[in-house]
């Protein structure tokens, strides 16, 4: 997966900045002598990841100046921090090693890219015309042992508006496995984590547990209690150093942008059973002979060139019938399946199954060996896009931007009414012009039966070939092999199939039935493998 892709789908606004101001050469507490000399600036931001730095500190973190201007005057600038971990700390901890492998690619990437974008940006605006647009991100280690690695990262960002947006988040890791960790996987007694939450606020904060409590919007499906919403969402902002359970809010995050940010400690004194006797700290960790900083040479970007956007194309929708454009004629390269291998169990863990095979999870956002595909328009939650826009493998140029909102709600005018549940996208490809698309909604067949098909539209005409029959696919992905495709639809208490349908009329040829509903098919040569609720499949594919 390139980079771009790669901060597609993982980064978050967290690896934003603002100015390129210098950190120096300073520890987190203080200055350590350290110069720039001693590290190997590469070139540009593709080979930022590969710097080394020979400190003798544990990690070294590497501020990366960005900026871009024209002729005239700077128009914007950005930096972000590199973190390098010494020889002997890769060797104690291999799998941490290669997390910062991965987040130094992503950052080193994404923010001169964003400078580049913003410095356009800032070319064009009239209000703030002699005023730098910036982009800045910043990586503070809060703890480094064998049980957790945690570090906050920082950002500021301005591209025009009212006035600049600021914020921070956390990542906290298991240093040996290199998994994160979730919030509530380090707590004891998470019931007690909401009172004590607003306990500290108010004693911080004096009166404003006013406001955060108007503040909050519950959304459906929501828990009353946004601290509770908050832990299963895993949003906090977190550490845990010898002092207990450090929370930090950002601005918008519980309350207006003008109450500002919020600190607070949960302390093991207080509250003794909050965290895991694994995870507190019995003393202070002195950061600065762990973490030192030093500055690389300025990254040079040019402004970034606009890109044509195709304008957005909004599919009609004919009928929820089965439906088939006139001309299109079936398919005669069909294959058939036979079962090889069925082994049930109580839960099938479809990420374990995945990694077991050497596969990766498929949904809406994901790319082929031709296109990349990014859900757009999204209609409720949960990544329920009812919008397309399909890009080349490096993500730098759109190729097609399609509405299928008709497709997904209606109206159907055929049937004079909408759907009675929001219909999304639930996966796509393009195989030889032809846009495959999967569209349902969350929930039983009874709550909206014209749901869960499988439709099929020409990219140079923009036409309809075919709506299938409904209630045939609400799988995460779908395959298209030779002129079939392979999908699968079922649910609680509603019958579990994998069906066969030819790929140019959409029409149904065989149904195969499973133990439950399958959630993922992969294809490897001549073997189709199959994922449901409870049961692993493997089918031999004969053409």
Excluded at 91 to 115: G, Q
Excluded at 186 to 210: F, H, Q
Excluded at 284 to 306: C, G, L, N
Excluded at 468 to 481: G, I, M, Q, T, Y
Aim: charge should be negative; aromatic fraction near 12%.
């Amino acid at each position: 997966m390139k980079n771009k892709k790669a901060v597609a789908i993982f980064m978050l606004a967290s690896v934003c900045l603002s100015a390129c101001t210098s950190v120096g050469n300073n520890s987190d507490d203080g200055g350590n002598g350290v110069t720039s000399e001693s590290i190997e600036s590469s070139e540009g931001a593709e080979k930022t990841s590969e710097t080394t730095v020979n400190t003798g500190y544990p990690i070294t973190l590497v501020n990366h100046a960005v900026t871009s201007s024209n002729e005239e005057r700077e128009l914007c600038t950005g930096s972000y921090t590199e973190i390098v971990l010494s020889d002997e700390y890769k060797e104690k901890y291999p799998k941490l090693a290669e997390y910062f492998a991965s987040y130094n690619d992503n950052i080193s990437y994404e923010i001169p890219e964003r400078v580049s974008e913003y410095a356009s940006w800032a070319l064009e605006d009239t209000f703030y015309e002699n005023v730098a647009y910036f982009e800045e991100n910043n990586v503070t280690i809060e703890r480094l042992d064998d049980r957790l690695f945690s570090m906050t990262e920082s950002f500021e960002e301005f591209s025009g508006g009212a006035h600049p947006n600021h914020g921070a988040s956390s990542i906290n890791l298991d240093p040996v496995t290199g998994q994160m960790l979730r919030l509530d996987q380090v707590l004891n007694d998470s019931s007690v984590l909401s009172e004590a939450i607003r306990t500290e606020l108010e004693k911080a904060y004096p009166g404003i547990m006013e406001e955060v409590d108007s503040f909050y919007y519950q959304g459906e499906d929501e828990d009353p209690d946004q601290f509770v919403q908050k832990l299963k969402d895993d949003t906090y902002t977190w550490s845990i150093d010898a002092s207990g359970l450090r929370i930090h809010f950002s601005a918008y995050e519980i309350a207006s942008y003008a109450a500002g940010d919020f600190d607070i400690v949960l302390s093991v004194k207080d509250y003794p059973n909050l965290i895991q006797p694994a995870f507190q700290m019995s003393e202070v960790q002195d950061m600065t002979k762990i973490v030192t900083r030093t500055d690389a040479e300025t990254i040079k970007v040019e402004p970034k060139e606009s890109e044509t956007i195709p304008d957005s194309v909004k599919i009609a929708n004919p009928t929820w019938k089965s439906y088939k454009a006139e001309g299109v004629v079936a398919g005669t390269d069909h294959i058939t399946l036979t079962k090889t291998k069925e082994e049930k169990t109580d839960f099938l863990d479809t990420e374990v199954w995945a990694e077991k095979h050497g596969f990766m999870q498929e949904g809406l956002t994901h790319e082929d060996e031709n296109y990349f595909y990014s859900g757009v328009n999204e209609v409720s939650y949960g990544n329920t896009f009812q919008g397309l826009q399909i890009y080349d493998t490096n993500m730098e140029k759109m190729y097609y931007n399609f509405d299928l909102s008709e497709l997904c709600d209606g109206p159907d005018y055929e049937e004079e009414r909408v759907s009675a549940q929001n219909q999304f996208i639930r996966y796509a490809t393009v195989v030889d012009n032809i846009l495959y698309a999967e569209l349902g909604h969350w929930g039983y067949a009874s709550e909206e039966p014209w749901s869960s098909y499988i439709v099929a539209i020409d990219v140079n005409t923009n036409e309809l070939l075919f709506r299938s029959e409904p209630l045939v696919a609400n799988a995460w992905n779908f395959k298209v092999v030779g002129d079939t495709i392979i999908c699968g639809y079922g649910f609680t208490s509603e019958p579990d199939y994998i069906y066969l349908l030819d790929r140019f009329t959409g029409e149904k040829y065989e149904t195969i039935p499973v133990n439950s509903a399958a959630d993922q098919f992969q294809v490897v040569d001549d073997t189709l493998y199959v994922a449901t609720y409870n049961t692993a499949y493997e089918f031999s594919i004969s053409r």
